[in-house]
């Protein structure tokens, strides 16, 4: 077990070396980034076909990936109409079949 004055001269290095530990931190997510960028643009899934207006989808429920409990259960809600898109953002608003407005924004990956 170490001493209060270990513990304190312990903690004391360990200030003196944050700033050093943050630049090298700051530097590690820099040289990371085009190597992250370059794995996401290869592993993208683009839409073959784009939504439009009017069109019929299914929404994918992705919270239940991860939940066992409800392996068997449906991934999938609706169908849904598009009601409007956001070609700048990639992002749609959708409806009901009978017209009814479906609360929140949608991601159109």
């Given at each position: 077990?170490?001493?209060?004055?270990?513990?304190?001269?312990?903690?004391?290095?360990?200030?003196?070396?944050?700033?050093?530990?943050?630049?090298?931190?700051?530097?590690?997510?820099?040289?990371?980034?085009?190597?992250?960028?370059?794995?996401?643009?290869?592993?993208?899934h683009e839409r073959m076909d784009q939504i439009g207006v009017a069109d019929l989808v299914l929404l994918y429920k992705s919270i239940l990936d991860n939940q066992w409990s409800?392996?068997?259960?449906?991934?999938?809600?609706?169908?849904?109409?598009?009601?409007?898109?956001?070609?700048?953002?990639?992002?749609?608003?959708?409806?009901?079949?009978?017209?009814?407005?479906?609360?929140?924004?949608?991601?159109?990956?």
């Amino acid at each position: 077990m170490k001493t209060r004055a270990e513990l304190l001269a312990e903690q004391t290095s360990q200030l003196a070396t944050k700033e050093e530990d943050v630049r090298e931190a700051q530097e590690n997510i820099r040289k990371s980034h085009p190597r992250n960028k370059a794995y996401f643009d290869k592993n993208r899934h683009e839409r073959m076909d784009q939504i439009g207006v009017a069109d019929l989808v299914l929404l994918y429920k992705s919270i239940l990936d991860n939940q066992w409990s409800q392996k068997l259960s449906n991934k999938y809600l609706g169908p849904y109409r598009i009601r409007q898109i956001a070609q700048d953002r990639g992002t749609y608003l959708s409806g009901e079949l009978d017209g009814t407005k479906l609360e929140g924004i949608f991601a159109g990956d």
